[in-house]
């Protein structure tokens, strides 16, 4: 169970993270969660060929992870950790598309090869933002620019709740499932069954919890709405920003920086 | 707001699995009184704590809480009279972060903000622990997470504070500091717990429910002396009471 107790750390180290304060830190939620969104949907918006036109955007998220003080090898971690799903999604293209599209050198180069780079650079890049938008903002200020963006207020504090409760829920698997291997020997005790147990017990737990969570938000007063707090007004500073860095991606995804650069260096050499 | 009388007559509770917790209690508790419902586990205690803020409603028999019955209708008014502090901490925290949680309760009420900050800032004050505004509750230690679990009470200003097992889990200081938080409290005070020595400190009378009955009612000194009724009860003289195993000398008569 190392994984979750690593995980429960991570989640917690998001956290310490998102205490900080810098530039970053500072700005109102609802420009960070914004801008990650257009940053987003920039980078899935290319064609499935391209790959050097994304590279800026690599460059954009690192100066923001830079003047954020996010540490690099965190969030690269955290890639290597969920890129299964990205190389799965990918893998078979290099089989699929053979088609020669560009040359290397002398070495051809499939479109297989360049959709699937493409993809595992597209997903770097999404993951990343969003791990350096809830490192820079907590979850809770996330949650709480989503509800003022007119997010139903229900998914918010659905949301909210459910990260309060995660430490509890994944620190009660733990205790139960380091409970069960003190006391199982060479594999015995230790089969599908006695699992399919375990998680039916937490499951119990949870519903037990629940309600005694339940009865204690009405013992104050709880009438089925809750009021979380409302993050600070937006500030000139907010809006210059937002409106400077939406800019920017958006040119970046409208002009292929990369390939203007290429054409002024050659340029500049001849 | 003149008397804050907790009154239960006859009550009863069957759960729908047919356990009998609550066999017919009645107990009269007055303005400002400090009382213990002790008793062995699975006695009822906790099944009676919440019948006194309305979560649970009489089967038979009645609850008085102030100058109302508990009844649907009086619900509001009695979850605002009465706080009830949870044996588990993390129950009771559910919000985001500590400040969140205090004002939970003042918000529904419906007041204004300003008003709910000040009360905010008066309880984590009060309980002492102002510097934690701003964490989240699963970072607490045990003993802070205590300490707030009270604050988001207080922060309702009830008249009556409802407590289960508020020793529990908490090392020997945190236990000091909280017992001596209680004892400077002018509520009215109910509180379940095995921590005997705790009632001592805390509470004049006793209640000892034995299998959803009541065994006695009195003043905890008398009661504590009574080993019989004790054993009876899966209970045991609190330490400070046995004779000292080193010199077998009794203690030193001390009024409780």
């Known amino acids: ?270 | 707001m003149s008397h804050h009388i907790v009154e239960v007559q006859d009550l009863t509770y069957t759960y729908p699995d047919g356990t009998g917790a609550v066999r017919g209690i009645s107990f009269r508790i007055h303005h400002g009184e400090s009382v213990a419902v002790v008793g062995a586990n699975g006695a009822g205690k906790s099944t009676l704590l919440l019948h006194l803020n309305g979560y649970l409603t009489p089967q038979s028999g009645t609850v008085r809480i102030g100058d109302f019955p508990l009844t649907k209708a009086t619900l509001r008014d009695i979850r605002r009279t009465v706080g009830m502090v949870f044996q588990d901490p993390d129950d009771q925290l559910f919000m985001p972060t500590v400040y969140e949680d205090v004002a939970f309760g003042p918000l529904n009420l419906g007041l204004p903000q300003d008003e709910v900050a000040q009360r905010v800032q008066n309880a984590l004050a009060r309980v002492g622990v102002e510097h934690l505004k701003e964490r989240p509750p699963y970072k607490l230690s045990g003993g802070e997470k205590r300490a707030v679990s009270i604050a988001t009470v207080l922060a309702m200003s009830p008249d009556i504070l409802v407590m289960d097992e508020p020793s529990s889990n908490l090392d020997p200081r945190s236990r000091r500091t909280l017992i001596e938080l209680l004892a400077g409290f002018q509520h009215t005070k109910i509180i379940a717990t095995h921590d005997l020595d705790l009632v001592l400190d805390l509470c004049p009378r006793t209640i000892v429910i034995r299998e959803g009955r009541i065994m006695a009612d009195g003043p905890t000194r008398a009661i504590f002396e009574n080993d019989q009724l004790l054993a009876e009860s899966h209970l045991e003289k609190p330490l400070r009471l046995q004779a000292c195993p080193v010199c077998c000398r009794h203690p030193v008569d001390e009024a409780p």
């Open chain 1, 1 to 270: 169970m190392a994984n979750i107790e690593s995980a429960l750390h991570d989640l917690g180290y998001l956290d310490t993270l998102a205490a900080k304060d810098t530039t970053i830190h500072r700005l109102d939620p609802r420009v960070k969660v914004l801008t990650a969104v257009v940053f987003a949907l920039c980078v899935v918006s290319f064609d499935k060929y391209v790959i050097a036109a994304m590279l800026p955007f690599a460059l954009f998220l690192s100066l923001i992870m830079g003047l954020g003080d996010i540490p690099a090898h965190f969030v690269l971690k955290k890639l290597v950790l969920v890129s299964p799903f990205a190389l799965l999604l990918g893998m078979f293209n290099p089989f699929l598309d053979q088609q020669t599209l560009l040359y290397l050198g002398p070495m051809p180069i499939s479109g297989g090869w360049l959709s699937f780079v493409s993809i595992l650079l597209r997903f770097c890049l999404t993951v990343g933002a969003m791990l350096t938008l809830i490192a820079t903002t907590g979850f809770n200020g996330v949650c709480m620019a989503l509800e003022k963006m007119g997010v139903p207020k229900i998914f918010a504090v659905q949301l909210l709740v459910l990260y309060r409760y995660i430490f509890v829920l994944m620190a009660e698997g733990q205790r139960m499932y380091r409970a069960r291997t003190l006391r199982s020997f060479q594999g015995r005790g230790a089969e599908m069954k006695t699992f399919a147990h375990l998680i039916g017990t937490l499951l119990l737990r949870t519903l037990d919890r629940a309600e005694r969570i339940h009865l204690a938000m009405l013992c104050r007063g709880f009438d089925g709405t809750i009021h979380i707090r409302r993050v600070p007004r937006l500030t000139a500073r907010d809006i210059l920003l937002f409106t400077l860095s939406n800019v920017i991606l958006i040119s970046m995804r409208r002009y292929d920086c990369s390939l203007l650069l290429g054409q002024w260096l050659t340029g500049l050499v001849q």
